[in-house]
């Protein structure tokens, strides 16, 4: 479909038809797998603090709902496009099958550049965005999250405009929301966490001690940050980090705690003290144990691909290895990968968790959802770290097929609608 047009969907599609030849699937189901049952366009017109009113353009993909209501994250930035939202919509897909939860994938964006705009500004927008979502949103339709460019007062928001439009408190239309409006005890945590574990698992399966491996990771938010010191309780020692500004190297490990600090005074990472600058491209080629994309997509392509020195790729972020890089690092099996609908699928799960607790008034503790997130990603592992040695494929085809096999079911059983 040409309005899915964008280097990121088509990414997406090319590895959705990898796992389809290898599961035989017939060419009758593919479109119905591939394409999403519901994609909006929206106008948002608000007025911007210097009088001026100005229209940006929102976007909301809903991939399948054969599953359940769908849930994926909303983003803010200046690059979003329907082809990119519907391709990190597919990718939810696979990751919720994958990991077991009754969803389908969804994603949401608004082209905007938050870090230009007032506080004010942006919940103008956010408000104005949840108001043309109404008719397609809910605790049993579709539930949004935080993703790039937003965070847990932009759920807040959205919580609050969908509410008074109810005419009751509805928690459960959002997650990754304040702790004191319903939110769960380890969301902001879980993504940094699950990516952090999973990395344990690889590395006691390749017979490595993570208390003496070595870790670079591209993105301090969210996800980079918490990943970053969670590794540290493992003992890994994080040598290189970086931002959408650039990087940070110390060859004898990074104090992140004071860079924590650093970072939240200074609104970035630049000029740090006690490390030397590196670009984000000399990042990821830098020698180390674990290297974690965990910034935007399409970050490993054909032309480094070949360059990374890493025993652990663990794709933190969505889609951060191209199907070209995939080519050339099944020819580099020194290179482990934990793939993205894997790696990063945390979140997720304790978006879930949070949901679950919202629509029965009952909260848990957070290390009662730390286990359950690990239990749940521990037996994700299992699986596919199983199938991917007893079929001779990679990690990622492994997990793929896992995915869409379980949507793939899903549609049959239920059939199709006349």
């Known amino acids: 479909m040409e309005i899915y047009a964008h280097p990121t969907f088509q990414m997406a599609c090319r590895q959705f038809d990898l796992v389809a030849d290898h599961l035989q699937i017939p060419e009758s189901h593919r479109d119905r797998l591939k394409y999403p049952k519901r994609s909006l366009i929206v106008s948002l017109p608000i007025h911007m603090d210097d009088g001026a009113t100005r229209v940006f353009t929102g976007y909301r993909v809903q991939h399948h709902l054969t599953l359940g209501p769908t849930k994926g994250g909303l983003r803010y930035h200046p690059d979003v496009a329907l082809g990119e939202v519907a391709a990190l919509a597919m990718w939810m897909s696979w990751k919720c099958a994958l990991t077991g939860l009754p969803y389908g994938g969804a994603k949401g964006g608004i082209t905007c550049d938050p870090s230009k705009m ?11 965005f949840t108001q043309e979502m109404i008719p397609f949103i809910g605790p049993q339709v579709d539930v949004m999250a935080p993703d790039v ?3 847990d007062q932009t759920m807040a928001w959205i919580m609050d405009t969908y509410s008074v439009h109810e005419g009751n408190s509805v928690p459960g239309v959002v997650t990754g929301k304040p702790i004191g409006l319903g939110g769960s005890l380890g969301r902001r945590e879980a993504t940094g966490r699950g990516v952090a574990y999973l990395i344990r698992r690889a590395a006691e399966a390749l017979s490595l001690d993570p208390g003496k491996c070595t870790a670079v990771i591209q993105g301090f938010g969210n996800v980079g940050s918490v990943a970053a010191a969670s590794l540290a309780q493992y003992g ?16 004898r490990g990074l104090d992140l705690p004071a860079l924590e600090k650093y970072a ?121 770290f199983k199938l991917s040695r007893q079929h001779n494929i990679s990690m990622r085809m492994a997990a793929l097929s896992v995915g869409i096999s379980r949507v793939l079911e899903a549609k049959n059983q239920r059939g199709l609608f006349p």
Not at 236 to 251: E, Q
Not at 285 to 311: F, H, S, W, Y
Not at 333 to 345: G, Q, T
Request: charged content about 20%; hydrophobic content about 40%.
């Open 118 to 128: 007032s506080r004010t500004e942006i919940e103008r927008l956010t408000r104005r």
């Open 149 to 151: 460019g937003t965070n």
């Open 236 to 251: 890994t020692r994080v040598i290189a980090i970086s931002d959408v500004h650039g990087g940070l190297y110390n060859a």
């Open 264 to 384: 939240a005074q200074n609104r970035g990472l630049a000029g740090f003290p006690g490390a030397e600058p590196v670009t984000n491209e000399q990042l990821l080629l830098l020698p180390c144990d674990v290297l974690v994309p965990a910034a935007m997509e399409r970050q490993i392509t054909a032309a480094n691909a070949g360059k990374i020195q890493c025993r652990i790729l663990a794709e933190a972020a969505n889609g951060p290895t191209t199907p070209d890089a995939d080519e050339i690092l099944r020819q580099r099996p020194e290179i482990f990968v934990i793939p993205d609908v894997l790696c990063n699928a945390g979140g997720v799960v304790v978006s879930y968790f949070e949901w679950v607790q919202d629509l029965q008034s009952f909260f848990w503790s957070e290390d009662e959802i730390t286990a359950k997130l690990f239990h749940i990603l521990d037996n994700s592992w299992t699986q596919i």
